[in-house]
C-alpha cells in the first residue's frame, strides 16, 4: 500500500520543489504577507497612460515654442516695412537754404582754355527781384478744350431722318437735283457731271434703310448706312451728318468713283497716273523681276472684272499712310483710293508688261476727307 502512493509523493514532492523555488526567488510573497509587502511594480496599463501624457504635453510645449517663434519673426517684418516705407526726414532748413545758396565760383575744366571774360560775368550774381503774388483765377475763366466728334452720335434714334435723306437721294432723276444730296458738292460737281455723262443713273424704288454704324473718324461725323431697294439689291453707303442737322451721301463712295473706267484703264494702258478706287490684297507670290525695296499689290474693282498687280516703293515717304492702310486691313481686300498708271517702257524696261506703278494714295480708305476736320 505503501509502495501505491510512491508516484503521488514523487509528484507532490515536485509541486513543492517548483513553489519553494519560486518564493525564494521572490515572485511569490511569503506566507502571512500582505499585498503591500510586495515590491512596487507599476501595472503595464498605467505606464501606457503616463507615456501619453507624458508625449502629450511634449507636443503642446513644442507647438507653444513654434507659435512664439513665428510671432516674433512676423514682428520683425512689420518694424522692417514700416521703416523702408516711412517717407525719408526732411530738413526744411537745408532746403529752403539750397533755393538761395550762391553758384560756385566758375573755374577752369581744364578741357578748353577758359575766357577771363566768361568768367568774370558768371561771377557777377544778379540780385533777386522780387516774386510778384500769385492771382487767383477761376477754373471757368480757362480755356476749355471741345470734345473731337468721331462719328453720328446715337445713329439709331436718328433712323427716320436718314431714311429721308437716303429716299430724296435716290429718287433723284438727274445729277443737278442729285447734287444738293451729297458732301462736299463744289468738290463732287464736275465729277458728278462727268461721271453721268459715260454712266447712266438708275431709278430704284425705295424701301427703306436697314443696318446702320458709325464710322469713327475723327472730327467727321460719318455713319454706314445700308439702304434697301424694292427693285434691286441693297447697297451701303456713308453719310455725313452737318452741324445743321442734315444728312448728305459722300456720292465718290457710292460709285466707287474711278477718272476711268476700270476696263478702259486695262485696255489703254494709260502711262500718266489715273484716280482709281480700288481693293488691294497682298500676293501669294511676288514677280521674279521685283526687287527688294518693291511691295507688291494685287488689284482690283470692287463692280467690275480684271486683276492687275501693283508695285511701289516702301520706303516712300509720300505712300506711308498706304502701308498703314494695309497693315490696318491685315493686307487683305483693303478699300484704297490710288493714282496708277502703267509702267514707261523706255524708262524701266524690266518692269514693262508685268504690271501698274502705284504713284500715290489719296483719302482714307475710298473717303477723301478734304479740308479741316469739323467739329
Not at 483765377?137 to 434714334?157: C, K, T
Not at 454706314?224 to 445743321?244: H, R, S, W
Request: a negative charge.
Amino acid at each position: 500500500m505503501f509502495a501505491a502512493f510512491q508516484p503521488y509523493r514523487r509528484s507532490s514532492s515536485g509541486v513543492e520543489q517548483r513553489i519553494r523555488n519560486a518564493w525564494v526567488a521572490g515572485s511569490i510573497p511569503a506566507f502571512g504577507s500582505t499585498q503591500t509587502d510586495m515590491p512596487d511594480q507599476v501595472p503595464r496599463g498605467r505606464g501606457s497612460r503616463a507615456r501619453r501624457a507624458e508625449e502629450f504635453w511634449n507636443r503642446i510645449t513644442l507647438l507653444v515654442g513654434c507659435g512664439a517663434v513665428v510671432g516674433i519673426i512676423a514682428a520683425v517684418i512689420v518694424v522692417i516695412s514700416q521703416q523702408v516705407m516711412r517717407p525719408p526726414m526732411v530738413d526744411e532748413e537745408y532746403v529752403a537754404a539750397s533755393f538761395h545758396q550762391e553758384q560756385p565760383n566758375p573755374t577752369w575744366s581744364g578741357v578748353a582754355k577758359s575766357d577771363t571774360a566768361l568768367l568774370n560775368a558768371a561771377n557777377k550774381t544778379k540780385p533777386m527781384e522780387p516774386v510778384p503774388a500769385a492771382t487767383a483765377v477761376s477754373l471757368s475763366d480757362l480755356p476749355q478744350a471741345e470734345p473731337v466728334v468721331a462719328g453720328i452720335e446715337n445713329i439709331d434714334s436718328k433712323r427716320e431722318m436718314i431714311s429721308q435723306a437716303l429716299e430724296s437721294f435716290f429718287k433723284a432723276e438727274s445729277p443737278d437735283e442729285r447734287l444738293p444730296l451729297v458732301r462736299d458738292m463744289e468738290r463732287v460737281k464736275p465729277l458728278m457731271m462727268s461721271y453721268y455723262s459715260r454712266e447712266p443713273m438708275p431709278a430704284l424704288r425705295w424701301r427703306g434703310v436697314g443696318r446702320m454704324v458709325r464710322v469713327d473718324e475723327p472730327g467727321y461725323r460719318f455713319g454706314y448706312v445700308q439702304a434697301l431697294f424694292e427693285d434691286a439689291k441693297p447697297t451701303n453707303v456713308i453719310v455725313e451728318e452737318t452741324d445743321d442737322g442734315r444728312y448728305l451721301v459722300d456720292w465718290e463712295c457710292f460709285v466707287r468713283y474711278g477718272e476711268v473706267a476700270w476696263s478702259d484703264f486695262l485696255r489703254m494702258k494709260p502711262v500718266e497716273p489715273k484716280l482709281l478706287r480700288v481693293i488691294a490684297s497682298k500676293p501669294a507670290t511676288a514677280p521674279s523681276m521685283s526687287t527688294g525695296k518693291s511691295e507688291w499689290l494685287e488689284l482690283r474693282h470692287p463692280a467690275e472684272s480684271g486683276t492687275v498687280l501693283g508695285y511701289f516703293d516702301r520706303n516712300d515717304p509720300q505712300l506711308a499712310t498706304l502701308v498703314q492702310q494695309l497693315e490696318q486691313g491685315q493686307w487683305k481686300d483693303v478699300p484704297v483710293t490710288l493714282r496708277l498708271c502703267f509702267p514707261d517702257g523706255a524708262s524701266t524696261p524690266q518692269l514693262s508688261g508685268a504690271g501698274v506703278q502705284i504713284v500715290g494714295i489719296e483719302g482714307k480708305g475710298w473717303l477723301i476727307l478734304c479740308g479741316d476736320a469739323r467739329l
